[in-house]
């Protein structure tokens, strides 16, 4: 071959080198999908179990020394071909970790670690014709950037909400290997943003699975009671593929129903339908098995039906007026700290949420894992689901409000089935502002827009009264169904003033009391005045409930919190020691005596 020609093919070679790698890239950001509703009851595969894990303070396994983005960074599991091939990294040789949890429980010298974690799973995989497989994750904390067999097949922000991407042209038949590069460092712009009082737990700490769909398949739908009255339900589904005609059968057996919709050229179908269905309740929560058939393929769910609803400042719960007896609660594993993934977990803190009295839970602040909520809908507890827009969130930052929506849209559209689930929250103690008005009430209109069978409300702060009478002011009251307030009379501020306080809560709207409470340390014992006591707890909570009884049109509560759980913001040496205590239940799921208050309170309600 002549001197010119072996250059023109070395060229020829380059150009298409570098033509592969564009389009590779373009084809890489089109791998994330929108999210699969009802996993769980889905043909999956569990990568669960064992992932090597590799820290990376410094970010070197994805940016060079001039912090430029590497072509061979770690995602590509490279191993040395050569004898003087250079590779700093082996994720066979490294550490193990059992996912899902998080690093900073699985690891103590991870235990306050903000960074990033590489993470590597291999696994087998069998090609089916005519199929597609996403890779589906429960949840990561904060940031995760995901690579299959070396290719990048997108980016999720955000700790609590689930994401999915078609990694089917990239996966082969034999050996696979999945790569997450995890980053849970806070920043301003983020949600929740730089400071939140609860622990930082990174890493995987949700399921994560591979999922067996047909070509076309159902990614979402929605099932619901729309009218009390009329007994009417309303079935919308949609298609993966904006194909029209096809066929879906729906069928709820129990109340002999069968129906077929037919697509539109979106893939979407919708239809109406009268049924008297037994309605869900916490007294009998009753749900039915729900059965959608595509193409001969039977996606199951079981699905509860009520109806949700305000009248003036009553919560109606279908048609009858309810209280709820709830009490917050945090994402953690009932002993010793750790995020909680389980149903195990879930049922653990939902039956100390029983033992308490409670029809109510607050998953507090973020949206929890798909079995607490599924859990809590077969105990008969109904949900306040929130999303993490807490405290002094980046207003103007357009990345975080998009960053915040999509998190609500993921939170509504995998839990919007769930009977239980009542009010969706897109706030917690936001200090007032237009750009905070601008930003929450945009969210609020979309929690509508998306879904109008629940309440929308979020925590709003009681800005201290210097003398006793408390007088909510919020802009925010005209975009939410249900007014909800913290307010910590007895521990920022003197519970001798609690019989002495007066609310005003100037809107003709159901009111909740999102948080009371205060701090004891289990064990500790001494004078009401004594702070850190479970005596001074007690008491706090008996002068609370006896002025919570006063307050008009309080439709609930849900008091901080049912058990102590992890905080880098709680530091007294030997009575915090990096816990909020203001659980009723200490961190090993010891009763603490305010406790005993509260269930009082609740049997007489
Ligand atoms: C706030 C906040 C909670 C926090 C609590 C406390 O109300 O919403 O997240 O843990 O106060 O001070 O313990």
Redesign the pocket.
Known sequence: MRLNDLTYMKQLIAILLVFATSVAAQADETRKVPLLGNVINRQTTSLNGEWNYIVDVQECGYYGYRREKIRNGFFRNDKPRQPEDLIEYDFDKADKMQIPSDWNTWNQRLFFYEGTVWFKRSFNYQPKAGRRTLLYFGAVNYEAIVFVNGREVGQHVGGFTPFNFDVTDLLREGENFVIVKVDNKRSRENVPTLI???WNYGGITRDVMLVDVPQNYIENYSLQLQSLEGRLLSFNLKLNQPEAGQQVMLAIPELKIKKTVTTDDKGCASINMKAKPQLWSPEHPKRYRVEMTLNGETLIDSIGFRKIETKGKQLLLNGTPIFLKGISIHEEKPMGGGRANSTADAHILLSWAKELGCNFVRL??YPHNEFMVREAERMGLMVWSEIPV?WTIDWTNPSTFDNASQQLNDMIRRDQNRANVIIWSIA??TPHSAERDNFLSRLSKMAHDLDNTRLVSM?MEVLSAANYHNRLQDNMNQYVDVISF?Q?IGWYRDVKDAPKMTWEIPYDKPVIVS?F?GGAKYGLHGAPNQRWTEEFQENLYKENTAMLDKIDGLAGTTP??LKDFR?PRRLLTDVQDYY?R?GLYSDKGEKKKAFYVLKQWYEGK
């Open positions: 939140f009082d609860w507090a602040h807490y917690n103690e925590a913290n910590y948080e409470g901080w919190i905080s909020n203001k």
